[in-house]
């Protein structure tokens, strides 16, 4: 049986919720690290409007964070290492049900915070990103997943780095609108998972809660 890495991405606390659903996953074979993001970025570049500010801040931080934690996870014996934040509540079959696919890269569902979309998608023109809106039942083949619940073999985590993906913007559609985007970490690291060969996807049977803070 492979054995699995639970790496918990945090800011500062761990969510009651988040550790329930970790401490509860019924996959025998696991082990638990947890890497806390301590504030590193005061001030971003003036190319970037003030309402932007926050969420490059937090995109650099969780970068940061994350690329740290995969160096210390790559470390270990794991086969395979299933990264989640801190606010995402994962059900109890999580592991075992990503356990079942061969894939070197699968997400689990949950929305993006506060919206009614999800944090996966796929490219659909030049520079257009689409955010999928329900879940599909089945996997499915996808162009970016959230970081916030993602697994990876060892030979797909040996491959990346993790970046904050704030120097790159795109545009997406939200309630029939053209709105313009920050990639972010998840786009940068799609982008760069699809550019070395890696087809990702996302299990339905995996759907997470998102915390709202």
């Known amino acids: 049986m492979q054995k699995v890495l639970v790496v918990v991405i945090a800011k500062d606390v761990v969510e009651p919720e988040c550790w329930d659903g970790i401490l509860r996953q019924d996959y025998p074979n696991s082990d638990l690290m947890v890497h806390v993001r301590k504030p590193k970025v005061h001030t971003v570049d003036g190319r970037y409007p003030e309402v932007t500010k926050n ?23 794991a086969d395979r290492f299933f990264f989640v934040d801190s ?71 040996q491959d990346i780095t993790f970046h904050h993906g704030t120097d790159r913007t795109a545009e997406t559609w939200i309630n029939g609108e053209p709105v313009p985007m920050i990639l972010g970490e998840c786009g940068a690291l799609g982008n760069l998972l699809n550019d070395k060969g890696y087809q990702l996807y996302m299990n339905g049977e995996v759907v997470c809660k998102h915390l709202a803070r």
């Open 87 to 157: 606010d995402i509540v994962v059900p109890s079959n999580a592991i075992s049900e990503m356990m079942k696919q061969p894939f070197d890269v699968i997400g689990g569902w949950y929305r993006v915070a506060h919206e009614e979309r999800y944090t996966c998608g796929r490219w659909v023109g030049d520079n257009l990103f689409i955010n999928l809106y329900s879940v599909e039942p089945s996997v499915v083949k996808v162009d970016c997943i959230g970081m916030g619940c993602a697994m990876f073999t060892r030979r797909a985590l």
């Open 55 to 77: 969420i490059i801040k937090k995109y650099i931080n969780c970068a940061d964070n994350r690329e740290a934690a995969r160096k210390i996870a790559l470390a270990s014996d």
